[in-house]
């Protein structure tokens, strides 16, 4: 078994890897609702913009999402 401080900083960081994934997926759908709303007509340069922001954002979140599993799996192999 690993010590309790290992297991208790990957459980820190499954948590914080969830706190970043909700953050994001939140912001993506928010984003994605205004691109939705004919932004691309009305206001190119800021669509421009929050399509590059999106970008960002989705490829943040497949590193949170990278991050939750290593950790979990790091979680997972301490409590075998």
Known sequence: AMPAGFTAAVLRRI???????????????RIDAELGAGLFA????????LAKARAEAAS??????????TASAAYEDAMA
């Open 42 to 49: 009305r206001d190119p340069a800021r669509a421009t913009a």
């Open 15 to 29: 948590d914080a890897a969830e706190s970043v994934v909700a953050r994001l997926t939140a912001e993506i759908a």
């Open 60 to 69: 943040a979140l497949a590193q949170a999402e990278e991050d939750w599993l």
